[in-house]
């Protein structure tokens, strides 16, 4: 029986798990975390919409019954592809084939300093400790008497205005319009500052016009400062410099600009392509290495005529390239090109605020709302996630509060670096 190894458990890998033939196949799964998550729902985190548990399940309840499968956390730390093993933080794997499916990271186009200076939303952890820092502004806001420093404390710089950006900047748009007068009435909406900037001319480039004016218009509803072809150059010291040359502060940048694949220690530099993604053929497997390596969704990169600088890095790509790889490794042999079946786009902005462009039309608002509602409901795992999700949604929607508003700072000691070195 062929050992299959899979690196990362999202979208793409936890598919693979599920579709690859077990009679065929002993499946092993890495994982940093023990978990699968919803990423498209990391900005709740953030905003004290919901908290982790809602939005992940434990890799271990989804593979309980599953015949040949088996969970192993750990970081990747090197791949020695002549040896055919995997080494992570704990121990080293055998595989016969090796699948990809590390996911993405953030990419801070080379301002490196960005990583230890800004927030973040591409991960629970990140988006947790986003959470806190919001509410921290908030409580020190509260009880500052100074008015500069309490407007100061109370900026909020939003970079990237793609799905991600205009979500997060639309739940603190939300916090600010309708929140501050319930639970800081010590605050005015004028204290608190909330710009989303994005370096093209437009917000949300995949969707089309009509979706993306919208989106702006409803940003600046919820009191929104949007600013478009504006760029960012460099954050330091709190004052962020813009493209153009000139400087502003802004006490709290959380950062939705960019992402690149995950590094992966051991692969040959020729198969690294645009955007640090692993370069594969029509079949997701790795240039060069096509017998025992493939690469699976946001870290893989497939060019093609309809997509030359490789597929959008969201849900549906990695979803459908791991169903078609399952189902050529379970045939035995590649016949299925893999052909992206775009389902079209969607970005909530809050309460009955929201803009999709689906196959053949677009509509926005309360519509767009509950499609949006519906659509991320059915895709959290566990039955229990999915009535949490739907009882919070429903408590915020009729009273815009929550109980969640939790400040949880981590404790500082016994001091430890990442998990697993």
């Known amino acids: 029986m062929e050992k299959i190894v899979i690196i990362g458990g999202g979208f793409?890998?936890?598919?693979?798990?599920?579709?690859?033939?077990?009679?065929?196949?002993?499946?092993?799964?890495?994982?940093?975390?023990?978990?699968?998550?919803?990423?498209?729902?990391?900005?709740?985190?953030?905003?004290?919409?919901?908290?982790?548990?809602?939005?992940?399940?434990?890799?271990?309840?989804?593979?309980?019954?599953?015949?040949?499968?088996?969970?192993?956390?750990?970081?990747?730390?090197?791949?020695?592809?002549?040896?055919?093993?995997?080494?992570?933080?704990?121990?080293?794997?055998?595989?016969?084939?090796?699948?990809?499916?590390?996911?993405?990271?953030?990419?801070?186009?080379?301002?490196?300093?960005?990583?230890?200076?800004?927030?973040?939303?591409?991960?629970?952890?990140?988006?947790?400790?986003?959470?806190?820092e919001i509410l921290d502004r908030l409580e020190r806001g509260a009880i500052c008497h100074d008015p500069e420093r309490r407007r100061r404390l109370l900026t909020f710089l939003v970079v990237g205005g793609g799905p991600s950006g205009v979500e997060i900047a639309g739940a603190i748009g939300e916090m600010k319009k309708y929140i501050l007068s319930k639970e800081y009435p010590e605050l005015k909406p004028d204290d608190v500052t909330v710009t989303l900037i994005e370096a093209a001319p437009q917000l949300l480039g995949a969707m089309k016009k009509k979706s993306r004016d919208r989106a702006v218009k409803d940003l600046e509803s919820l009191m929104v400062n949007v600013r478009l072809s504006t760029g960012l150059k460099s954050y330091e010291n709190k004052y962020v410099t813009f493209a153009d040359g000139h400087k502003e502060y802004y006490e709290t940048l959380i950062w939705t600009a960019g992402v690149k694949g995950e590094p992966i220690p051991g692969l040959p530099p020729e198969t690294i392509g645009r955007g640090n993604r692993i370069i594969v053929d029509e079949y997701n497997r790795v240039k060069g290495y096509e017998d025992s390596i493939m690469a699976v969704g946001d870290i893989a990169l497939m060019q093609c005529e309809a997509y030359p600088n490789g597929h959008p890095q969201m849900a549906q790509p990695a979803i459908q390239q791991a169903r078609n790889l399952a189902k050529n490794l379970n045939k035995g042999e590649f016949r299925h090109k893999f052909e992206y079946l775009d389902k079209g786009s969607m970005a909530t902005i809050g309460k009955n605020r929201a803009?999709?462009?689906?196959?053949?039309?677009?509509?926005?608002?309360?519509?767009?709302?509950?499609?949006?509602?519906?659509?991320?409901?059915?895709?959290?795992?566990?039955?229990?996630?999915?009535?949490?999700?739907?009882?919070?949604?429903?408590?915020?929607?009729?009273?815009?509060?929550?109980?969640?508003?939790?400040?949880?700072?981590?404790t500082r000691f016994p001091l430890r670096k990442h998990w697993g070195d």
């Open 355 to 410: 803009v999709a462009d689906l196959k053949g039309f677009s509509f926005s608002g309360f519509f767009a709302w509950l499609t949006w509602l519906f659509i991320h409901l059915i895709s959290i795992l566990g039955m229990r996630n999915k009535l949490s999700v739907m009882v919070n949604w429903f408590w915020n929607y009729l009273f815009y509060s929550t109980s969640l508003r939790l400040l949880l700072r981590p």
């Open 12 to 132: 793409a890998g936890l598919n693979l798990v599920k579709r690859l033939d077990p009679g065929k196949y002993r499946i092993s799964l890495v994982d940093r975390n023990n978990f699968h998550c919803f990423p498209p729902l990391f900005y709740q985190i953030a905003s004290s919409g919901l908290v982790s548990a809602n939005i992940c399940f434990p890799f271990r309840r989804e593979i309980k019954k599953m015949k040949n499968v088996s969970y192993h956390m750990g970081h990747v730390k090197q791949i020695d592809i002549a040896a055919k093993k995997v080494t992570t933080s704990y121990e080293t794997l055998d595989y016969d084939r090796l699948i990809i499916a590390a996911g993405s990271t953030n990419n801070y186009f080379g301002m490196e300093n960005l990583a230890e200076e800004t927030f973040g939303i591409k991960t629970v952890a990140e988006a947790a400790h986003t959470r806190d």
